[in-house]
């Protein structure tokens, strides 16, 4: 029976992994739509505690998928991948990582000043900007994941198919 984490002969990553990849993905995105327009939404207290429970589930799933992959996946570059390639791809998962955490515990930071009444001034408004520098940080981030995934597609060799479950690659097509 093929380990949950690991993947497949066939160099496909498991039924929970990919869950784990798109679901993060759907979550992400449904974040970006319903994002806080504007401060002062978080004055109804409905809206701030949906938005809290949503950042803290966030950060709770985003661990359990940080812990689960990093004791379980493997990674889906071939042998051949160059060190620095290796380290780059390295960099920008645990960047996304660091930067949807980030993401979460700044609007978590936002959520309890403005309920604690600072609904202005400098320490808000910090708070602010790092929540912005880290919301454009991971569009960075998942922007070079996602030109990678393309590269990978382009080259050929494997790292598309095992996580991308459409516009399957053609076999052996590396280009070197």
Not at 26 to 33: E, P, T
Request: some cysteine.
């Amino acid at each position: 029976m093929l380990n949950m984490g690991t993947k497949a002969a066939a160099g496909r990553y498991s039924a929970l992994a990919l869950l784990c990849h798109w679901g993060f993905a759907a979550l992400f995105i449904y974040g970006v739509i319903k994002q806080v327009d504007d401060v002062g939404q978080l004055a109804d207290a409905d809206f701030l505690r949906f938005e809290m429970v949503f950042a803290i589930i966030f950060l709770i799933l985003l661990a359990g998928r940080f812990a689960y992959m990093k004791a379980r996946a493997v990674s889906a570059l071939p042998a051949a991948t160059p060190a620095w390639q290796r380290r780059a791809a390295t960099f920008v998962h645990y960047g996304m990582y660091a930067s949807l955490a980030a993401i979460a515990l700044s609007g978590i930071l936002i959520g309890c000043l403005y309920a604690a009444g600072l609904t202005s001034g400098l320490i808000l408004e910090a708070a602010l900007e790092l929540h912005g520098v880290t919301v454009l940080l991971s569009y960075w981030l998942i922007s070079i994941h996602i030109a990678a995934a393309l590269y990978h597609r382009w080259l050929g060799d494997g790292v598309w198919n095992a996580m991308v479950p459409v516009w399957k690659e053609r076999a052996n097509r590396a280009r070197r």
